[in-house]
């Protein structure tokens, strides 16, 4: 192992949760949970990346206990006595390789359209309503609404604590539920839900705080946020790092432990003027440990997935990569589309394998395990 690359393969610790290595998978739906109850093949899609040097597993999305929460065919719930026995399934496996474990929990929120399971006539709920052709297409949430969402997030929190999961991840980024909260775009809302950013965040500072009282003091949580929206690719909350700090603040107040900083590609400067990235930023303005993601062990080719029309530099290397995360301009590396075609990325990083890592394809996708 060359130095630079054992960086990769430090344990990290942050209160009771230690990390075997600084490599985190990134959460990434699958839609093979028929049922919504994750099986005897999702057990083995994730023990066999905790078994090949993964520290931490951010599961796929599973939807919190909410009827508007899921926007996907078989999705895995994380509700429901059948789901979390599943899921318990997952954890154990996990563990008996050494591994650590998050569910990702998720409401899609506007995204949802009729038809969607489980509850084909529950529409989008959002936070602003929408209306098509005279049909209610987007149920603008109230009150009542929100409370019972922010309820089902403190309860699938506590379920997971329950079955053994090493802490929670709340997605909060790409345009889903908490994002709309967020984002200008998606929230028009003239009550203290919305407003300026700091008001558009009212809905995530809630639901994080009644996480973290769910859970007590020492469960981690990671939330999960990003500028860019599935929705528009070039959308920004804030445009400073000045911005950031004040965006972050209240979050991490709340109760978050850890930030997972989306981006499509993590050698992208965040603001004018440094180099450092989102993570980097936001390490440095919070003092919480961060996640950083984006086009890790890809190539060029396959950068244009999932990112449109947008012109992309040549990809900087992992070389790149472990020279920022040896600088700590943050703390672990989120790695997605590369786990996914090759569960023992890790391990042939670590060993010096390179050649033997497989390309992505978008065949990928459809690995059941
Ligand atoms: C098939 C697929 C499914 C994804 N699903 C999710 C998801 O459920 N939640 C989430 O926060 N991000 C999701 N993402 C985004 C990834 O977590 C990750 O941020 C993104 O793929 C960039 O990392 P990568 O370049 O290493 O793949 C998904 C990405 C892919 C490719």
Redesign the pocket.
């Known amino acids: 192992m060359t130095a630079p690359v054992q960086a990769l393969f430090q344990p990290f610790r942050l209160g009771n949760l230690e990390l075997p290595t600084r490599v985190v998978m ?5 839609s093979f949970s028929p049922g919504g109850v994750p099986n005897a093949q999702v057990v083995e899609y994730y023990r066999r990346r905790a078994a090949a040097g993964v520290g931490l597993i ?1 599961t ?2 599973t939807t919190v206990g909410h009827k508007a929460a899921n926007g996907y065919p078989h999705v895995p719930r994380f509700y429901g006595a059948d789901a979390l026995a599943g899921w318990k399934q997952v954890v154990d496996a996990v563990h008996a390789e050494g591994g650590k474990i998050v569910p ?1 929990l ?1 409401h899609v929120g506007n995204v949802r359209k009729l038809g969607t399971e489980p509850d084909a006539s529950v529409p989008g709920y959002g936070p602003s309503e929408k209306i098509k052709d005279g049909n209610v297409v987007v149920h603008g949430m109230t009150k009542q609404d929100i409370a019972e969402v922010i309820a089902a997030f403190a309860q699938a929190a506590r379920d997971a604590q329950a079955i053994g999961m090493d802490g929670v ?1 709340i ?1 909060g ?2 345009g ?1 539920l908490v994002d709309q909260f967020f984002w200008a775009g998606s929230n028009q809302r003239s009550d203290e839900y919305g407003g300026d950013l700091a008001q558009r965040s009212r809905f995530a500072i809630e639901l994080i705080q009644a996480v973290r009282a769910a859970v007590g003091p020492d469960f981690p949580i990671i939330f ?1 946020f ?1 500028q860019w929206k599935q929705q528009d690719y070039t959308a920004r909350l804030v445009t400073t790092a000045e911005e950031l700090g004040a965006f972050l603040k209240p979050l991490s107040d709340a109760g978050v432990d850890i930030f ?1 900083c ?4 993590f050698w992208e400067p965040e603001f004018e003027g440094s180099d450092l990235n989102l993570a980097g930023w936001t390490r440095q303005l919070t003092g919480k440990p961060t996640i950083t ?6 190539d060029g080719e396959f ?1 244009q ?2 990112v449109n029309t947008d012109k992309v530099a040549e990809p900087a290397s992992l070389e790149n990569l472990l020279e920022r995360l040896n600088k700590q301009e943050f703390d672990l590396v ?7 075609v090759d569960p023992d990325w890790a391990v042939k990083v670590r060993d010096n394998r390179e050649q033997d890592i497989l390309p ?1 394809s978008r065949e990928a ?1 459809k690995q059941l395990v």
Not at 293 to 298: A, D, M, Q
């Open positions: 990134a959460p990434m739906t699958r951010v796929e999305g990702q998720w991840e997605h980024a790409h889903y999960r990003s997972h989306s981006t499509r590609r993601v984006g086009s890790v062990g890809l950068l997935f999932m989120a790695v997605g589309r590369a786990l996914l992505f996708l």
